[in-house]
């Protein structure tokens, strides 16, 4: 492959070094360059071995970082053109990566087999030696009970199951233990249901289904089929190794001041529980729970979190955004036009680029890979700066049939690529390519629309949290826009809009303003008024679930007019003031209200107890001085009147029976 360095010199910085053997001959230009003590990328990714040997051998403590640009640039029919990607490939490469956090997973080798036949016996017998073994069998026929018990054999079926590698528990029906004078065939006492038990491991030869879902996801659960020989074999060979201590990375972030899923019993979003395919996620109160051990990380519930209360770690989203900058506008410096950034993952998509590139025809030399750990960690915000920052179009790369749900990853791409085109960059530049064909993939991307390229590229610097970056990002992407409308309609369940109050409903009782998570429903302690501040509303419906008189609308879309104009009010009245001191309280509508219905239908509050109505009239305070004052309850019934021997006698001698009459 041929090397522009004066193409690649006008986007990165820094001293640039060409070597045509780098790992042979040339190696001493290496160590030459390790001895400045400086950063260094290194645009080889095949002897990267070789390279971290030699550094850690000259003791060199500077970041070290290698690139791809053969399968991704180089080998391609379109190579003579790719300098300006092979410049911005190794600008991006020199972005900061942050440190991975760690969950650590410890496994003592406690193992339930759970099978029907002698299969499970088996593979208990083979990792006797190296597991502590439990086989459990459902519903079991004629099994041969065994001349020598090396481990347990028991009965039952497991109703539910929760946790992972080291720390699983497991709910037992039909629970029962053997008898030893079993002869012919295992017999079982009697059965009781609901009985626990924990494991380290569970290898499930049960041919039912999963005992949970995303079953091959879960650490520590191992499935096969047991009429499958290779894979009870791999089973066995895999469960081997399950003792010790394990780490696995933090794939997710949880902030539960900021998530929207509840207020007062009452629930709001749920865009995480819905997607999340093992079920790491759970309710929590107001909030809701993540464990981390559980967690396959698939980032489907930080693209989707409005508030950013879920946010994905491997890496943040500001990392990665700061590297979508670097990248593209590496690209726009080295004189590169029509930028499609490729978006991928390592066990897919970069194998798929590595075959096109050998056996086909290569990306197009207008094509940026980049990979990611998941692509369903992509969030709107990313897409967005793309095509703030300069890019014409942004394609995903995923499976035929992907390992992880992605509806949630569709509704995204769906949401972005709607603001995208009403902005003016043109229609269908967002785009998923679900293929595992090599060949398929360049044919896709050389159809793709290219979109319009903004003339005035964003430069911000994406730092902070994920909401805050949503609304930088959007907010960017409105001036970059070629045909910047104010307001873009969206699809219910996006992470942005306003609401539609209906004003003669609204009592201003303010319910809405207390679910509220962000501050967007908000009211004034001067006055009786209910404001809205539409930048920083996420559409959790919340509002619109807690407001006892169903006034509240959620009306989800990008209203950029609304984002840069001061909290609007949606509805405001005159105080009603206290009768006794003048103090202002409530709203004039709302009392006068409940004193009309009060004087109209209640008992208490009509006539001879018309008084009593003056209490709604009151604020707090004088309402009490007046109950305590005057020594009446205003919710008690009327007392009977005190009838003395005098008024009995002055009836008598009117001819009245009854003297309270």
């Not at 197009?364 to 369903?376: D, G, I, K, Q, W």
Request: a negative charge; proline letters at 7%.
């Amino acid at each position: 492959m041929s090397l522009d360095a004066r193409t690649i010199g006008r986007a990165c910085t820094g001293r640039i070094t060409q070597a045509n053997q780098l790992c042979g001959i040339e190696i001493d230009r290496f160590k030459a360059a390790l001895a400045d003590g400086v950063p260094i990328s290194v645009a080889c990714t095949q002897e990267a071995p070789l390279f971290r040997e030699v550094a850690e051998d000259l003791v060199f403590s500077s970041a070290l970082t290698f690139v791809n640009i053969r399968e991704t640039a180089g080998w391609s029919k379109d190579a003579a053109a790719a300098a300006p990607k092979v410049a911005a490939l190794i600008a991006a490469a020199a972005e900061d990566t942050p440190p991975i956090g760690l969950v650590t997973l410890k496994s003592d080798g406690i193992a339930l087999i759970y099978g029907r036949d002698g299969v499970a016996i088996e593979v208990g017998r083979r990792l006797a030696e190296r597991l502590d073994i439990t086989v459990l069998l459902t519903k079991p026929g004629d099994v041969m009970p065994r001349h020598l018990n090396e481990f347990p054999v028991l009965k039952g079926s497991v109703r539910n199951g929760r946790g992972r590698l080291g720390q699983f528990e497991l709910t037992i029906d039909d629970y029962a233990f053997p008898a030893p004078s079993s002869r012919n065939r295992l017999e079982f006492g009697a059965p009781r249901d609901g009985a626990v038990s924990t494991c380290d491991i569970v290898l499930d030869l049960s041919g039912d289904l999963p005992l949970f879902p995303a079953h091959e996801l879960r650490p520590g659960y191992l499935r096969a089929d047991p009429r499958d020989r290779a894979a009870v074999e791999k089973m066995i060979a895999d469960a081997g190794h399950l003792v010790g201590t394990f780490d696995k990375p933090l794939f997710i972030q949880l902030d539960e001041s900021l998530c929207a899923h509840s207020r007062s019993g009452i629930t709001g979003c749920t865009r995480c529980l819905d997607l999340c395919p093992t079920g790491a996620i759970t309710p929590n109160g107001d909030a809701v729970e993540i464990d981390p051990a559980v967690c396959a990380g698939c980032g489907s519930c930080a693209a989707a979190c409005p508030t950013g209360a879920v946010s994905y770690a491997l890496p943040a989203a500001d990392a990665l955004m700061r590297r979508l900058r670097t990248l593209v506008q590496a690209y726009r410096k080295a004189g590169g036009t029509d930028a499609v950034v490729l978006l991928h993952d390592g066990d897919h998509g970069a194998p798929l680029i590595d075959a096109l590139a050998r056996l086909g025809d290569g990306l197009p030399a207008n094509v940026l890979p980049v990979r990611v750990n998941e692509v369903t960690q992509v969030g709107p915000e990313a897409i967005a700066a793309l095509f703030a920052y300069g890019a014409t179009g942004v394609a995903i790369l995923t499976r035929a049939k992907p390992t992880h749900d992605p509806l949630g990853l569709r509704r995204i791409v769906e949401t972005s690529g709607t603001i995208v085109a009403t902005l003016g960059f043109g229609d269908g530049l967002v785009h998923i390519i679900d293929t595992d064909d090599p060949d398929r993939l360049r044919a896709m991307l050389d159809a793709a629309p290219v979109g319009v390229a903004t003339k005035k590229p964003a430069t911000f610097v994406p730092r902070g949290a994920k909401r805050g970056l949503l609304e930088t990002t959007f907010r960017e992407l409105h001036l970059a826009a070629p045909v910047p409308v104010d307001v873009v309609a969206l699809a219910p369940g996006a992470p942005f809009g306003g609401v539609l109050l209906n004003v003669d409903s609204c009592t201003l009782c303010h319910s809405c303003v207390t679910a509220c998570p962000t501050g967007a429903l908000s009211d004034n302690p001067e006055r009786a008024m209910l404001r809205f501040t539409e930048s920083i509303c996420v559409q959790c419906g919340l509002c619109e679930a807690t407001c006892p008189e169903d006034a509240i609308t959620l009306q989800p879309r990008l209203d950029f007019q609304a984002w840069n104009a001061p909290q609007r009010v949606l509805k405001e009245e005159d105080p009603f003031h206290c009768i006794a001191c003048g103090k202002p309280f409530g709203t004039k509508s709302s009392i006068e209200r409940v004193v009309a219905k009060l004087e109209e239908k209640h008992w208490m509050f009509t006539g001879a107890n018309a008084r009593r109505i003056d209490v709604v009239k009151m604020c707090e305070d004088c309402r009490v001085e007046a109950v305590v004052n005057e020594s009446f309850d205003p919710h008690a019934a009327p007392r009977p009147l005190t009838v003395t021997t005098e008024d009995y006698l002055r009836a008598r001698e009117a001819g009245k029976d009854n003297p309270i009459k």
